[in-house]
């Protein structure tokens, strides 16, 4: 009897130990796991970042023109006329981050209706979605929240908008919102969301990934139509590539597209896996054509690539080389004063979080 009670207590120790592990994991939204498989899996220098590639003979294609505005995603009713669809992906609700603008009854001024990956195909935004009906609650609330009391003209601009959790906050709080995702099953997803909560006209949704030049990008994990992750540039863009592959935009290419808007101030949020770096270093035209006081922006990943040494690693030392150029410093939200940024300039980039704001022209508000 006694090994017994001990065998017994020994279980229910570990159980409690495993369990408060999970929730710690659940908490932090297991961001940073696996990064170790990723950089083990993606090894080769086709992955995202790889530079000089042309067609085979070794000769870069001549780039075709590009226009922005052809990969515009036009609102098709028949979205919503697909009732087993909308029944069976749009049942969940979002709690927003901050309060709507011009609700028209109290439940749309604190939460929005959103539609989600199936529950039979688990993902992790999906998952919280459905469970909690939050995802990154407190980045969202920092950032609209600044938005609001310090740049409430400006247009959203979400890099990487998959579901469309900031795309919809944003609308919700009044912003005018650019969205660009170039995943098919997550824009039907999120073109959905915005008819159901009426928001089609206040969002423009691009089927195109942000990058730093007009090329056909890929997936490189999981399923290609609905994981917002790991980028691949292929060859110059061709006739037969276009119809199935993923085009790359710049934020260059936004410049006409605010400027017919009548805009001249955007907020950005790039959540795109390690591009990051690159879609702002070919921004050049854009920050000096654009007031670009704040951006949101993924750093975790792209520094674990840099840190193990990945073949083509995103080029983190000219981004803050460049940053510092264009006039932008490295912060961090306060965790206890919402809308005060703190400087991360004296800070080793070793110890900054996975998301960081730079912040034009100081974290000083």
């Given at each position: 009897?006694?090994?017994l009670?001990?065998?017994?207590?020994?279980?229910?120790?570990?159980s409690?130990?495993?369990?408060?592990?999970l929730?710690?994991?659940?908490?932090?939204?297991?961001?940073?796991?696996?990064?170790?498989?990723?950089?083990?899996?993606?090894?080769?220098?086709?992955?995202?970042?790889?530079?000089?590639r042309?067609?085979?003979?070794?000769?870069?294609?001549?780039?075709?023109?590009f226009n922005?505005s052809?990969?515009?995603?036009?609102f098709?009713?028949g979205?919503?006329?697909?009732?087993?669809?909308v029944?069976?992906h749009?049942?969940?609700?979002?709690?927003?981050?901050?309060p709507?603008?011009?609700?028209?009854?109290?439940?749309?001024?604190?939460?929005?209706k959103?539609?989600?990956?199936?529950?039979?195909?688990?993902?992790?935004?999906?998952?919280?979605?459905?469970?909690?009906?939050?995802?990154?609650?407190?980045?969202?609330?920092?950032?609209?929240?600044?938005?609001?009391?310090?740049?409430p003209?400006?247009?959203?601009?979400?890099?990487?908008?998959?579901?469309?959790?900031?795309?919809?906050s944003?609308a919700?709080?009044?912003?005018?919102?650019i969205?660009?995702?170039?995943?098919e099953?997550?824009?039907?997803?999120?073109?959905?969301?915005?008819?159901?909560?009426n928001?089609?006209?206040?969002?423009?949704?691009f089927?195109?990934?942000?990058?730093s030049?007009?090329?056909?990008?890929?997936s490189?994990?999981?399923d290609?139509?609905?994981?917002?992750?790991?980028m691949?540039?292929?060859?110059a863009?061709?006739?037969?590539?276009?119809?199935?592959?993923?085009?790359?935009?710049?934020?260059?290419?936004?410049?006409?597209?605010?400027?017919?808007?009548?805009?001249?101030?955007?907020?950005?949020?790039?959540?795109?896996?390690?591009?990051?770096?690159?879609?702002?270093?070919a921004?050049?035209?854009?920050?000096?054509?654009?007031?670009?006081?704040?951006?949101?922006m993924?750093?975790?990943?792209?520094?674990?690539?840099?840190?193990?040494?990945?073949?083509?690693?995103?080029?983190?030392?000219q981004?803050?080389?460049?940053?510092k150029?264009?006039?932008?410093?490295?912060?961090?939200?306060?965790k206890?004063?919402?809308?005060?940024l703190?400087?991360?300039?004296n800070?080793?980039?070793?110890?900054?979080?996975?998301?960081?704001?730079?912040?034009?022209?100081?974290?000083?508000n």
């Open positions: 009897m006694e090994k009670r001990i065998i017994k207590s020994s279980f229910c120790r570990f409690l130990y495993f369990g408060v592990v929730c710690i994991y659940l908490l932090r939204g297991g961001r940073k796991a696996n990064v170790s498989r990723y950089i083990s899996q993606h090894s080769s220098a086709d992955v995202i970042g790889a530079e000089g042309g067609n085979e003979s070794g000769v870069e294609a001549k780039e075709p023109s922005l052809s990969y515009e995603v036009k098709d009713k979205l919503l006329s697909d009732i087993d669809f029944k069976t749009c049942r969940s609700k979002m709690k927003l981050a901050v709507a603008t011009n609700p028209t009854s109290k439940k749309e001024n604190s939460s929005a959103i539609c989600l990956h199936s529950a039979n195909y688990s993902t992790l935004v999906s998952d919280n979605l459905r469970i909690y009906g939050l995802w990154e609650q407190s980045r969202q609330k920092r950032l609209f929240k600044y938005m609001m009391k310090f740049t003209n400006a247009v959203f601009v979400d890099g990487g908008a998959m579901l469309g959790v900031y795309s919809i944003a919700r709080a009044g912003f005018k919102v969205a660009f995702e170039p995943f099953e997550n824009r039907r997803l999120l073109m959905t969301s915005l008819a159901i909560n928001l089609t006209n206040q969002v423009t949704v089927s195109t990934g942000l990058w030049g007009h090329k056909c990008l890929y490189t994990e999981g290609s139509k609905v994981q917002s992750s790991m691949v540039r292929q060859y863009c061709n006739p037969s590539q276009q119809t199935n592959a993923m085009v790359g935009a710049t934020l260059n290419d936004l410049v006409p597209i605010l400027r017919n808007l009548n805009r001249q101030q955007a907020v950005i949020k790039l959540d795109i896996e390690g591009s990051e770096s690159r879609v702002l270093l921004a050049r035209e854009f920050f000096i054509a654009i007031e670009v006081p704040l951006i949101q993924e750093f975790g990943m792209l520094y674990k690539m840099h840190l193990h040494n990945y073949p083509n690693s995103p080029p983190i030392n981004l803050l080389e460049f940053m150029e264009m006039g932008y410093e490295a912060c961090e939200f306060q206890r004063t919402e809308m005060t703190r400087s991360l300039s800070r080793k980039i070793s110890r900054w979080p996975w998301d960081i704001i730079w912040s034009k022209p100081s974290c000083v």
